[in-house]
């Protein structure tokens, strides 16, 4: 499965569009976590938890998304976005969404 974040595959052609294809998690915040945030935010650097909770939930988000394309048909997502949105304190919805298309 071909992703991208441009409207086009340079090299390819779109030959088919199937639509909108969607892919979310929604993610709590982990006690541990919050603690070292909080004792980071102290000392200053990487808050390498919500980092890795932030690569894990978008990568359970696109792989959602290819499934769904691949279901279809597609071969490729092209114009891909994230966005994210809170559900609750201390919960999280990551979000990705793109174009299913199929490529020559």
Known sequence: ????NTE??????????????????VR????GRDIM????????????????LLMDSRKEATDRMIEQAQSMGANAVVN?????????QGAAELF????AVRVE
């Open 1 to 4: 499965m071909i992703i991208s």
């Open 8 to 25: 086009s595959i340079p090299g390819r052609q779109i030959v088919e569009f199937y639509g909108v294809v969607t892919g979310n998690t």
């Open 28 to 31: 709590a915040k982990h006690i």
């Open 37 to 52: 945030a909080g004792l980071k935010n102290i000392v200053g650097g990487e808050l390498k938890g919500y980092t890795e």
């Open 80 to 88: 891909v976005r994230f966005a994210t949105s809170s559900i609750s």
């Open 96 to 99: 990705a969404y793109g174009t």
